[in-house]
């Protein structure tokens, strides 16, 4: 285990080679989450909750606010709300849905990019015999716009599997999403790995019984990462191969 002092939040990206592992994961599959975990999307989702609090009239809150309203896997808006307009909150939430419905496709296909290793990352662990898939809460109307960095880069199709908001009635933390992804690959939870950049993705690997991996390059750091108990946590995808054993690199 690497004895040097984690970093305590994202620094979007860690320069510093991290990997706090507790054993090395002998799995059959690894399933990803997408936003912060394949995708660098995180600072696109910051500039629209900009563009919506500024559209509105929302006063501007500290990130660390934001990154607690966003916990849970729903955003809480009460959390963020001025007292004033905590009683229309209702017509706040159908205006902010119709900004986000407006602006994020375009802001999306203007920005949205790899994490860095993503590629080289996904054809190792193809290469490797391990399957792979995809368990997200986006809604599958978004998926088009956000999986285009991963199709252009021929690497969508390693992706056996893409679960999406709408393919099931909870999302994570709720264990379901992995549960189905499981299901659909044949396989058992428990030989199955989670990998993603959230305590809602850590807490939705671990209801379900599987191994979990946690990565530096989304929105929760490393000690909201650790207190969810993962098996591993690494910088990012790209050091995901040195807690995997690769079939094709065992004896």
Known sequence: MDKRQPPT???????????????????????????GTLIDSAPIYYELI????ERLGIPPVPRQVLLEAMKDGEFEWDLVLPDRMKPCIEEVIKDARTI???TAPE?????????????????QISAGGM????????????MAVKLAPLREAEVEDLLEVIITADDVKNKKPHAEPLIKCCRKLG???GRCAYVGDTRTDIRAGN????Q????????????????????VIVNSIADLKATLALRSLCP
């Not at 999306?108 to 996904?122: N, S």
């Open 100 to 102: 986000i419905d407006d």
């Open 131 to 142: 399957r792979m898939a995809l368990a997200t809460s986006t809604l599958r109307e978004y």
């Open 50 to 53: 900009d563009v919506i609090f």
């Open 9 to 35: 939040h994202n620094s979007h990206f860690p320069e510093t080679p991290l990997l706090i592992e507790k054993y090395s994961l002998t799995v059959d599959a690894v399933i990803f989450d997408l936003d």
């Open 207 to 210: 209801a379900a019984g599987m």
């Open 212 to 231: 979990t991996v946690g990565v530096l390059t989304g929105f929760d750091g490393y000690d909201a990462l650790k207190n969810e108990n993962p098996n």
């Open 107 to 123: 802001m999306f296909r203007k920005q949205v990019k790899l994490i860095p290793g993503t590629v080289e990352a996904l054809k």
């Open 187 to 189: 396989l058992e939870p």
